[in-house]
């Protein structure tokens, strides 16, 4: 939901906000991006993160 809400928002700052470690939105979002539900277009910098399938 973030994601969606917040494109350029980094794994940090989701950490920040949903009160749980780096290491859990790191995995987490490894999970997204190996079964292709969001990817991360653009530079490291200046990109943002893109959801290619909605999940319930």
């Known amino acids: 939901m973030l994601i969606t809400e917040f494109k350029g928002i980094s794994r940090k700052e989701m950490a920040e906000k949903l009160n749980v470690s780096y290491a859990t939105i790191k995995r987490d979002i490894n999970v997204l991006v190996r079964n292709r539900i969001i990817c991360y277009v ?13 999940v319930k």
């Open 42 to 54: 653009g530079p490291s910098k200046s990109g943002y993160w893109k959801v290619l399938k909605n």
